[in-house]
């Protein structure tokens, strides 16, 4: 009876240990989870900042239609103008393949307020096949190498999203589908990047209760 009592204190000694470990443990992974902010797309680009005017440049796409980067001359306004979002890519890029359907799929689900448009440089039979194999026909495909320059793009795949302003609102190396979420987030909360944002939430002083 006395080895029956005891084997049951050890029990409850036992639990209340192992629920004090398990505390423990929660407070860390919540103050991990504090300090490691989420991954946005890094902004390398020595010829452009977030929130400056977009360079104009008026480009043919593969079906020899004409569009203009960072279109100034539509001064209604009334009419809706909509954000566009550069993602350059190329053939030869593995990650690029990789981020296709994903970028084809934001480019749907947000098609009320953002054009994606396609762009790229060397020749133009490359891509032609290359636009066929990944079923990019629907969206507009620019070979240009004056592009790539005038945006500063060095490192590939990278996007850069100009408001409906025609404002560079977020740019970056684009690597995964939160990368490219995150040029969105940083349009919406008017930041350069979520690291500046992140940033600047946990530089704010907390408000005590």
Same mark, same amino acid.
């Given at each position: 009876m006395e080895f029956l009592v005891i084997s049951?204190?050890? $029990?409850?000694?036992g639990l209340v240990v192992m629920g004090v470990i398990n505390f423990a443990l929660l407070r860390q992974v919540g103050v991990l989870y504090e300090r490691v902010a989420p991954a946005g797309? $890094?902004?390398?680009? %020595?010829? $452009?900042? /977030?929130?400056?005017?977009? #360079?104009e440049l008026a480009l043919q796409t593969l079906d020899?239609? @004409?569009?203009t980067i960072g279109d100034k001359s539509n001064t209604d306004q009334d009419a809706k103008k909509k954000s566009q979002l550069l993602f350059f890519v190329s053939p030869d890029c593995p990650v690029c %393949?990789? $981020?296709? #359907?994903? +970028?084809?799929?934001?480019?749907?689900?947000?098609?009320?307020? /953002?054009? @994606?448009? @396609?762009?790229?440089d060397? !020749?133009?039979?490359? !891509?032609q096949g290359y636009r066929k194999q990944f079923d990019l026909e629907g969206f507009p495909y620019v070979i240009s190498e004056l592009?790539? %320059?005038?945006?500063?793009?060095?490192? @590939? #795949?990278?996007?850069?999203? +100009?408001?409906?302003?025609n404002n560079i609102a977020s740019m970056g190396?684009?690597?995964?589908?939160? !990368?490219l979420d995150s040029l969105f987030e940083a349009k919406e !909360?008017? /930041?350069?990047?979520?690291?500046?944002?992140?940033? %600047?939430?946990?530089?704010? #002083?907390s408000v005590s209760a």
């Open positions: 049951n204190i050890f $029990l409850w000694v797309a $890094l902004a390398m680009n %020595k010829n $452009l900042e /977030v929130g400056q005017a977009a #360079p020899s239609k @004409l569009i %393949k990789t $981020l296709l #359907p994903a +970028i084809k799929s934001a480019a749907q689900a947000e098609d009320d307020w /953002v054009d @994606l448009i @396609l762009a790229s060397g !020749h133009k039979q490359d !891509h592009l790539g %320059k005038t945006y500063g793009v060095a490192k @590939l #795949p990278y996007a850069v999203l +100009i408001d409906e302003n190396i684009i690597n995964s589908r939160e !990368h !909360h008017k /930041v350069a990047s979520i690291q500046d944002y992140m940033a %600047k939430s946990s530089a704010k #002083p």
